[in-house]
């Protein structure tokens, strides 16, 4: 099993003291509900950071240099999300779990086309074995 993740709901803090051209390191009012791998935009500095760190109640470390040197900036969050992808279990054709279209890559190893468990997997649109026939 696999787990991915992927940018949630946004709140606001601000940065102190702020955070310098070329560094990683930022200084924000609180780290409260800024987990490591969730995201950050800061307010004059260019793409989506990661934050890699926090460390303390103050202080973070971020996945790529800054752009821009910036103090009193907001800061928008997001925590990451994680859904499960690879291996969704085994069991007969009928426990196959319901996915949908962003579901694909998940693997069943059906004992009903196999009694140890023909692997399978969902591409999406239909469950398929490893020739990609439809099964």
């Known amino acids: 099993m696999v787990l991915i993740f992927s940018r949630a709901s946004s709140s606001q803090v601000r940065i102190v003291t702020g955070v310098a051209v070329g560094s ?38 971020i996945d790529s240099d800054s752009d821009a040197t910036v103090s009193g900036a907001a800061v928008a969050f997001s925590a990451p999300v994680f859904k499960q992808i690879g291996g969704a279990g085994k069991g007969v054709s009928g426990a196959r779990p319901t996915l949908g279209a962003n579901d694909y890559g998940v693997t069943f190893l059906d004992t009903t086309l196999d009694a140890d468990g023909k692997p399978i997997w969902w591409n999406g649109t239909a469950w398929v074995d490893a020739t990609g026939a439809v099964v």
């Open 24 to 61: 990683r390191y930022v200084t924000v009012s609180s780290t409260a509900n800024i987990p490591e791998g969730g995201y950050i935009t800061i307010a004059g500095v260019s793409g989506v950071k990661r934050v890699v760190h926090v460390t303390g109640v103050t202080h973070l470390y």
